[in-house]
């Protein structure tokens, strides 16, 4: 065990002379802090934004949207600007900005680019939303709709003729007659398909401290790294070679455990430490058995690729495929970064 402590401090102060060291530190602050500015979502968000820009009718249709029983519900923004930003940073799904002069282009029934619709990638229910938003335009719409059809149709317009269909318009639109629903309640499994078990900042630490040590191992199947530990015995060869691996991820270790520990979804320093520890002991093995299946640097490379992107598939770093395929759930605590974080919940 001295020996082991001998070895591991001598890599350490190796490692910390070598600029590549550094140069690891400093992209894994850099994507860390990326990640932190990322906002994803939240999967339950169900408010979408509206900026009505002064007009009447876009009043109308938020109060139309407001009063309407819907799963969704609509906040106002007094300026397109200020709706914008509401949807980059997740606070509403979507949003929906009317032009000023909306009344006029109704009236006209030119309605090319009087409605913008607003939204990011990671927007998921913005087309049901703008279903649920296009049903209260039409809603109030439809009057003038009517009232513009009416020369065209039949030649000329009438009093009576036109408040006879307003009339049936707004009969239909309350009394239900054209759209009927009926709720059936069945049993069914509680299943919840959401992203709130992904862990996007700690994911791609742990990716990237499984990288280093890849790096580090790499560096040893370069000609003549391989001399030291092919002078000593079969045991302590395995003991040196694990020792190299770790100590030269450490230092990427111990900065990836602080972004977690002040990341906004840490679960408690001693937690995140004890996960840590694991996860630096099952990387070690997984990458000194590449190491011991490959014997050239290009092999290792091949390897360790393939391993990375395994991980990120079938880990919650920004997806969660097991909630496609349920064996996924399991199979993933095969993967150093799977069992990282399982064990941190």
């Excluded at 802090?33 to 979502?41: N, T």
Aim: glycine share 8%; charged share 20%; hydrophobic share 40%.
């Amino acid at each position: 065990m001295q020996k082991i402590l001998i070895w591991y401090q001598l890599f350490l102060k190796r490692y910390a002379k070598k600029r590549s060291t550094w140069i690891q530190l400093a992209v894994l602050a850099l994507l860390a802090g990326s990640m932190f500015a990322i906002h994803l979502p939240d999967g339950t968000n169900m408010t979408a934004g509206l900026c009505t820009s002064g007009s009447l009718a876009g009043g109308q249709i938020l109060a139309q949207l407001k009063n309407s029983q819907s799963a969704f519900s609509f906040v106002e923004y007094e300026s397109a600007e200020q709706l914008e930003t509401a949807v980059k940073n997740g606070t509403v799904e979507c949003g929906f900005w009317v032009e000023p002069d909306l009344e006029e282009r109704m009236s006209d029934g030119k309605l090319d680019g009087s409605i913008h619709y607003l939204c990011t990638p990671m927007t998921s229910k913005g087309e049901v939303m703008k279903e649920t938003f296009y049903a209260a335009f039409f809603k109030v719409y439809s009057d003038e709709l009517l009232k513009s059809k009416e020369e065209p149709f039949f030649g000329e317009k009438s009093k009576t003729c036109e408040q006879e269909w307003l009339e049936q318009n707004h009969k239909r639109q309350e009394d239900g007659s054209v759209f009927q629903v009926q709720y059936l309640t069945v049993e069914s499994e509680n299943q919840k398909h959401t992203d709130t078990n992904v862990y996007p900042v700690q994911g791609t630490i742990a990716i990237l401290v499984l990288l280093t040590l890849f790096l580090g191992r790499g560096r040893r199947l370069e000609a003549g790294g391989m001399a030291v530990e092919n002078a000593l015995p079969k045991t302590e060869r395995i003991r040196y070679e694990c020792t190299d691996i770790l100590a030269s991820g450490t230092y990427s270790m111990i900065a990836g455990l602080l972004l977690v520990i002040v990341s906004p979804r840490s679960h408690g320093v001693w937690q995140e430490i004890t996960a840590m520890l694991v996860f630096a002991v099952f990387a070690v093995i997984w990458v000194w058995l590449l190491g011991k299946t490959v014997h050239h640097v290009e092999g290792l490379i091949s390897g360790a690729f393939c391993i990375l992107v395994i991980n990120v598939l079938i880990c919650p770093v920004y997806f969660d495929l097991s909630n496609y395929i349920p064996a996924v759930k399991y199979i993933k605590y095969i993967s150093p970064v799977g069992l990282y974080l399982g064990i941190r919940g």
